[in-house]
Structure formats: C-alpha cells, structure tokens
C-alpha cells in the first residue's frame, strides 16, 4: 500500500472549498465523478461548484447487488470511451459502496489512476474510507476480488449526512461505538451521551468532531497493521456475530443494514467477552440496555443456529474451521485471536434469544 497516501485525509465543514484548492493544485489531464442515483441527487450539487465544466459524470447504481465486476466493467469501458488516460481523477462520491467499487475501478484502470473519496455515509465516513481496502463481490461473497490502494485523498464533511436515512446514521454509529469499545472508552461515553435518536438536531461541528475521533481510531489500527496480521483485527470485534446475521437476515428478505447487524453481534460478542475474560457483567448489562434501545432485537429461533454458524465458519478471518473472535477486556481494550467452539457460539445466541423472551 502506498504508506504516504493511507493517512490523506482531511476533515472539513467546507468541502466546496477544500476540493476547489486540491483540484487547482494538482494537474489532471481529465477528471470524473462517479456517483449513484442517491448521490447524484443529493451529493453532487453540493460539490457542483467545485468541478470543472470538463467533469464527467459516471452513474451507477446503489445496492450491494451491484457491486461487481459488471459494474467495474462497466466503469472502465466509460473511462476509455471518454479517453482517460493515466493522469485522470475519479472521484468517488458516495457510500462504501460505492468507494469501494470506485476505488477498485481506479486502481486497476492502466494499472492505478488517482482517486479520490468523498465519503457521503456516515458508514463510509467513519469506516470504509480509511484503510485502503478496495474491493467488489463475486459468486455471492463479499470482497472476493479487491487490492490494498488508498485513495489520493479523502475529504470528509458531515454536510452529507443531512440527506441520509436515519437507519444508515445508526449503521455508520454502531462502527463509532465500535472504536469506542475496542480503544477508547472517553470516545464511547460521548457517543453514548449523543445518543444518536435525532442526528438532524446534532451540529455539524459535533458530529464532525465525533467522526474525526472515530476516524483517528480506525486510523491508529490500520498504521500498526495496515494487511491485517494482527491488531487489524481488533476491528472485526462484533463482526463475526454480525457478518452472520448480516447474511442470515438478507437471505431471509429481512433486510438489515451492516451496523445494525455488527450492534447485534457486538452484543453476542460482549456476552463471550464476559465469559472468557474480566470483562465486567455490569458493563455487559449496560451495553446490552444501549445497544438495544438503537438497535432492536431481530428475532431467531434454535433452528437457526446451524445456518448461523456456517456463517461464522465461512468468515475469511478464520483459519481452518476455527472461530477467531477479538474480544472486550474492558470498556477500551481489546483482545484479538480469541477462539470460540460450537458450545461457546451457543450460549451467545441463548442469551440473545433470551433479551427478548
Ligand atoms: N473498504 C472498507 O474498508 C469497508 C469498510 C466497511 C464497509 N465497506 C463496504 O461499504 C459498503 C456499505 O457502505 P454504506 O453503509 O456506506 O452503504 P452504501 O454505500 O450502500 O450506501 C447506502 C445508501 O445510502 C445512499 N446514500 C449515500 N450517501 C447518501 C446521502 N448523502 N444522502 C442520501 N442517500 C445517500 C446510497 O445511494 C445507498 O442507497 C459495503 O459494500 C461494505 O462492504 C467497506
Ligand atoms: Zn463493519
């Protein structure tokens, strides 16, 4: 990954501007937006003044069904009949989605073009836009077919956030949490207070200072281990739990957004945090009563547990059959490389079941 590249990011409240000085100071020989139907409506007429007349404009379509090789095809095949060339600029405006399928576009268009994201989510803002990780799904599984490349630059506003649907404000929430619990526990007390419920009444200002703590977290994990050897996944904390709910929810029709499948998961995962270390019950009582007031309980049934674990089996982060887990010690530190049996991943979904029996 180039190092140089993977901590280019800057917070404003005034995106117009600080993308009009980024475009004046660098020198591409053509430049292109991607956006979808969502952004193109709500996000590119607040960047519009910034942009050339030149820009080209790229559409595709939002929905995880669309993040795949079709769609990068599709892309690149716009790209060269526009007549990139190896000094154009996409921009990446839009949500992880979109970023990722954007910025493996790029990176793989003549052999990697700049790119830039502008993260229009509160998901992406806090999560998918700090990394490197580029990626599109294939056959049904997710990032099958990506590469490590940082954007050129990511420029962060909360001004996107005003048009976005509160379920997707509370998905990008559950991964501030998230930071919170695995590394800083002044982070999740102030999210906890925030509370979330009406992110409209919260101030740019706040909520930008919010994102960039979150960001400075994500960031701080990903410089000590930026392909994922080992404190990386510290971030995972919720998702094995959580990438099984995902899917299981999904493919049941009952559609549940990323966070809210990794809020559910947090909680399994705090339950295992309980049980296989110090991890204080009191603590783990007053996660479950936050977690649930934003993030209600979907319901389960024991026939359901067989699915669920294959799910977990099938989690790219296991090695062989085993379950490996990164767990809380406390509020702000985690434990990475937990392995978890059959029995254990049972009794987390015993006490989930039971939350709400
Ligand atoms: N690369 C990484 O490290 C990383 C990390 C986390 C997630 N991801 C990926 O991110 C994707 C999920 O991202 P997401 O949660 O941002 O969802 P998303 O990109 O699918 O966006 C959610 C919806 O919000 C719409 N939208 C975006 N911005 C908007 C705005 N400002 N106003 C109104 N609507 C808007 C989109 O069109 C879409 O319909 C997944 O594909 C996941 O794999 C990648
Ligand atoms: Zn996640």
Not at 245 to 254: A, L, M, V, Y
Not at 255 to 271: K, P, Q, R, Y
Request: hydrophobic share 40%; proline share 3%; charged share 20%.
């Amino acid at each position: 990954m180039q190092e140089n590249n993977l901590y280019n990011i800057t917070h404003t409240t005034t995106v117009v501007e600080t993308l009009k000085e980024l475009l004046t100071v660098s020198n591409y020989s053509s430049l292109f937006v991607l956006v979808d139907e969502n952004t193109k409506q709500h996000c590119l007429p607040i960047i519009q003044t910034s942009l050339p007349p030149a820009v080209i404009i790229i559409k595709t379509k939002s929905g995880e069904s669309n993040k795949n090789i079709e769609s990068a095809t599709y892309i690149w095949k716009q790209l060269t009949e526009r007549e990139a060339d190896r000094h154009s600029l996409l921009i990446n405006l839009g949500g992880g989605l979109l970023s990722d399928l954007g910025g493996f576009s790029a990176s793989c268009f003549m052999r990697g073009i700049d790119f830039v994201t502008i993260p229009t989510t509160l998901l992406s803002q806090v999560d998918a836009s700090v990394g490197g990780k580029q990626a599109v799904n294939l056959l049904g599984l997710k990032n099958q077919i990506g590469v490590f490349r940082s954007a050129h630059h990511v420029l962060i506003d909360p001004v996107f956030l005003k048009t976005l649907p509160s379920e997707q404000i509370l998905s990008g929430f559950a991964e501030m949490l998230k930071h919170g619990l695995i590394q800083d526990e002044t982070h999740f007390r102030q999210l906890q207070e925030i509370g979330i419920s009406d992110h409209q009444l919260i101030s740019d200002e706040v909520f930008g200072n919010l994102i960039q703590q979150s960001v400075a977290i994500k960031k701080q994990i990903v410089r000590a281990d930026p392909y994922e050897k080992g404190i990386r996944k510290a971030l995972n904390f919720g998702h094995t739990f959580g990438h099984a709910f995902e899917s299981f929810f999904n493919s049941s029709g009952k559609n549940i957004t990323h966070g809210h499948a990794v809020a559910l998961g947090m909680i399994c995962e705090s339950f295992l945090s309980n049980k296989k270390t110090n991890f204080p019950l009191h603590d783990l009582l007053s996660l479950v009563a936050f977690f649930t007031t934003h993030y209600p309980l979907r319901k389960i049934h024991r026939q359901d547990y067989d699915t669920l674990i294959e799910w977990m089996t099938h989690d790219k982060k296991n090695k062989s059959k085993q379950i490996n887990i990164s767990i809380l010690e406390k509020i702000g530190k985690v434990k990475i490389n937990q392995i978890v049996n059959n029995g254990d991943i049972i009794e987390a979904l015993d006490f989930y079941m039971q939350l709400y029996q």
